[in-house]
């Protein structure tokens, strides 16, 4: 959700005034969730006598999360830049815009895939036994 919104405000001005504050608590939150959740995943991994193969993809998975989770604070700090900007100054910069867009648009996209594929690797340690036994 937290990379939606900074994509929706850096596109669009009338979004970046009414939720630019939002974005960056979001942000904020999930890079200090980051570290509680990948420790939880660790604890759980350990406990296991012989992880499957899945399971260590989706804990390295993981592993990769505060990264972007930390991409998204910066974008949002960028985000609340333009906005403060934007309040004092009656000139748009266009350009500072474009680069700020063109940023939160690589790095929602790719924290996106990225929560993605740790969720899939995540459901597919837990379900997968489950659903092809069902499937036959």
Not at 6 to 13: G, T, V
Not at 27 to 44: Q, S
Not at 67 to 75: D, K, P, R, T
Not at 112 to 121: A, E, F, M, N
Request: with cysteine; hydrophobic share 55%.
């Amino acid at each position: 959700m937290t990379a939606l919104l900074e994509i929706l405000c850096a596109i669009l001005p009338a979004v970046r005034r009414r939720l630019v504050w939002l974005v960056l608590i979001l942000a904020l939150v999930t890079v200090g969730l980051t570290p509680l959740t990948t420790e939880a995943g660790e604890w759980f991994y350990n406990q296991q006598p012989r992880p499957a193969d899945i399971l260590r993809t989706h804990a390295d998975r993981g592993g990769w999360m505060i990264y972007f989770s930390a991409a998204l604070v910066v974008v949002a700090l960028l985000l609340v830049f333009l906005h403060v900007r934007e309040g004092r100054s009656e000139t748009r910069r266009i350009g500072a815009h474009l680069i700020v867009a063109i940023l939160a648009l690589a790095v929602g996209v790719s924290t996106i895939i990225t929560v993605y594929r740790i969720g899939d690797s995540g459901a597919q340690s837990v379900w997968g036994g489950v659903v092809k036994a069902t499937s036959r």
